[in-house]
């Protein structure tokens, strides 16, 4: 139960920070909240030479509005996220989300890019940002590039971040007049590891659905839009019979079985919390 | 690699000698002999080692003591005064909110976080307990503790 030994580096600039990450055949592990990073680091299941903190690194936290996009710096910790009356305001469902996510200890030390480069295929957050059509920002010493959500999952703590480069920002697109809502079933009370997540994004004209956005973690070895789903919600009353879309959403999901539920029960989980979602849309609506 | 971190632990400044692999739980008992803190699962689970950082609750076994060089560290050894137990531990003593006790040191910090940070005794129970594992005695005593001293807190204004 303890790490393999490290070097830890703690660069003051991004500048350094991009140029230790891509020094060619360096076994170098960012560090950003550690609340993932340093269970893996004391299982040896993550090997590094070097840890390479993210911490002292200026402006790579923060959250930014504008008309078209929010846009988060990678090391915004989860409890910022929670607490930002702006973010509230702009795109309710990641304050929302973020705070389902552990509990207050761990959201103080989380960060978005932490949580999204991990990739754990039952995490909250992964899902949000493939159902908003997020766009990740990934920087090397050379380039920048950007990838979607979408594609950025690439399997279970597999992304297509390569090893030179670094998460530093994710931009959310701002869709006017869309209600979002993220539920989850998770193991423990509510501060547990998750099982199943959903986050249901709708356009609605009263209350048909002019357009639907659905991605479900823990189905899948990432999190995965259920396109099926999307188009059997089209066109539909959030209130009304959601049989053919709980029958399209299980069709597409593909969880597996292991100690904590069968991937029957996964199946069950996932028409439970798109009914909450669509339920709970339909009663109470949530801010654009 | 090995180098000197300078913590200030419950008021009192010290330097040690670590590991960068080290977690500052590991610091804080086999360096400075603070053994108040306890390490149960080392991987962030259980929320026994919790302490405050800079007067935020983290738990110590996901952050490595070089990381919290120049901090303001606050473990369970600090918070009875000339030996008198502080208020929040007497209400756990007073309504069984421990059994073994293994878990009580990370349960008071996080407890002391969320009255400076002026939580209801409800927040308290259900979003701060929530980061902690105690499996003796099963919480209620520990909701009881946090509800009475919540309460004598209020009537104290």
């Not at chain 1, 754990?120 to 493939?130: N, W, Y």
Request: hydrophobic share 40%; glycine share 8%.
């Amino acid at each position: 139960m303890k790490s393999v030994p490290f070097e830890y580096r703690a660069p003051a600039t991004l500048e350094e920070t991009l140029a230790l990450l891509g020094k060619p055949g360096a076994n170098v592990v960012p560090l950003a909240g550690g609340q993932s990073l340093l269970p893996l680091l004391a299982l040896r299941q993550v090997r590094p030479a070097t840890v390479l903190d993210l911490n002292r690194v200026p402006g790579l936290a923060g959250v930014e509005i504008t008309d078209e996009v929010v846009r988060i710096g990678a090391l915004t910790r989860l409890r910022a996220l929670v607490e930002s009356a702006p973010l509230r305001a702009a795109l309710p469902v990641l304050p929302e989300t973020a705070a389902q996510v552990a509990n207050r200890q761990i959201r103080h030390r989380s960060t978005l890019g932490g949580s999204l480069c991990h990739a754990d295929p039952t995490a909250q957050l992964p899902a949000v940002a493939v159902a908003l059509e997020a766009r990740l920002w990934l920087r090397s010493a050379r380039a920048e590039r950007s990838v979607l959500a979408q594609d950025f999952f690439a399997g279970a703590r597999t992304t297509a971040r390569r090893r030179n480069e670094l998460l530093v920002r994710v931009e959310f697109p701002r869709t006017p007049g869309r209600h979002c809502r993220f539920e989850a079933v998770t193991r423990r009370g509510r501060a547990g590891f998750p099982l199943i997540g959903l986050c249901l994004a709708v356009s609605l004209a009263g209350s048909v659905v002019t357009d639907a956005r659905l991605a479900a973690s823990g189905i899948a070895d990432r999190p995965r839009r259920l396109w099926e789903a999307e188009r059997a919600l089209t066109g539909r009353r959030l209130d009304g019979d959601l049989a053919e879309v709980l029958d399209a959403a299980s069709a597409e999901a593909d969880p597996s079985s292991d100690l904590h539920g069968s991937a029957e029960y996964r199946s069950h989980l996932l028409r439970t919390v798109i009914r909450r979602a669509a339920a709970r849309l339909a009663t109470e609506g949530s801010a654009p | 690699m090995t180098r000197a971190v300078s913590l200030v632990v419950n008021g009192r400044p010290y330097t040690a000698e670590t590991e960068d692999r080290t977690p500052l739980c590991d610091v804080l008992r086999h360096r400075l002999r603070l053994t108040g803190t306890h390490v149960g699962c080392e991987q962030g689970v259980c929320g026994a080692c919790t302490v405050l950082v800079d007067g935020e609750p983290v738990r110590s076994c996901l952050m490595l003591a070089v990381q919290a060089d120049g901090c303001r560290i606050e473990t369970v050894e600090g918070l009875a005064t000339e030996g008198a137990l502080a208020p929040m531990q007497q209400a756990l003593m007073a309504e069984h909110g421990l059994q073994c006790g293994f878990c009580t040191p990370g349960v008071l910090m996080s407890l002391a976080y969320a009255e400076r940070a002026r939580l209801t005794a409800e927040e308290t129970v259900s979003e701060v307990l929530a980061g902690h594992l105690c499996r003796c005695t099963g919480y209620v005593g520990i909701r009881r503790a946090i509800e009475r001293h919540w309460k004598t807190e209020e009537a104290a204004g």
